[in-house]
């Protein structure tokens, strides 16, 4: 099974400013690796599919990179809507696998 | 617009079962594989089950195999989980979730829409 680690764990910025996450896998998934968005109390939300697409009505803020075992999620400058918990996502080898998490709150 | 619907969630006995349902709308539900993920309380996230989009195959976690049945009704535009033996650690926030569409084998195994989730406690 792949496992992914998310850091940092938790990353406190502010509104306008820059985000930059990272997901690490155990081992390539080439460029099959997903982010997903989750607020309290509501589900996930497809963010970033196969790397570096944006899903239906991703705002362009959000931008993904990398491909084998390193990958990055960008939000170029967060509105007050962001702040929320991010997972990566591992489709290349089954079972699918999600990373811990990375909570983005408020500084 | 997609929409994702699921029911049957609640509190059951070590031991016992319960049946989760989804009922999507919004597309062509007969078209796409469907998936069961789960959440722990204030854990991450955990794939549990996949089915395409006729039934003819399915997938399990192997923390639930032999225990849960992921089925379909395609007339009723309805996804289900059967789940038997339940155990403490079963005990999570259960999404329905679509296939991400266009893979190569005709599974992605990422989810584009979730619905908004069902709670199951296994507890005495």
């Known amino acids: 099974e792949i496992v992914l680690t998310q850091s940092p764990a938790t990353l406190s910025l502010s509104p306008g400013e820059r985000a930059t996450l990272s997901c690490r896998a155990s081992q390539s998934v080439s460029s099959y690796l997903a982010w997903y968005q989750q607020k309290p109390g509501q589900a996930p939300r497809l963010l970033i599919y196969d790397a570096s697409n944006r899903a239906t009505g991703i705002p362009a803020r959000f931008s993904g990179s990398g491909s084998g075992t390193d990958f990055t999620l960008t939000i170029s400058s967060l509105e007050p809507e962001d702040f929320a918990v991010y997972y990566c996502?591992?489709?290349?080898?089954?079972?699918?696998?999600f990373g811990p998490g990375t909570k983005v709150d408020i500084k | 617009q997609v929409q994702l619907v699921e029911s049957g969630g609640g509190v059951v006995q070590p031991g016992g079962s319960l049946r989760l349902s989804c009922a999507a709308s919004?597309?062509?539900?007969?078209?796409?594989?469907m998936h069961w993920v789960r959440q722990a309380p204030g854990k991450g996230l955990e794939w549990v089950a996949f089915?395409?989009?006729?039934?003819?195959?399915?997938y399990y976690a192997d923390s639930v195999k032999g225990r849960f049945t992921i089925s379909r009704d395609n007339s009723k535009n309805t996804l289900y989980l059967q789940m038997n033996s339940l155990r403490a650690e079963d005990t999570a926030v259960y999404y329905c979730a679509k296939d991400l569409p266009n893979c190569t084998g005709g599974v992605c195994y990422s989810f584009d829409y979730w619905g908004q989730g069902t709670l199951v406690t296994v507890s005495s």
């Open positions: 919004g597309f062509t539900f007969s078209s796409y594989g």
């Open positions: 996502q591992q489709r290349s080898n089954w079972p699918p696998t």
């Open positions: 089915i395409r989009y006729d039934g003819s195959n399915k």
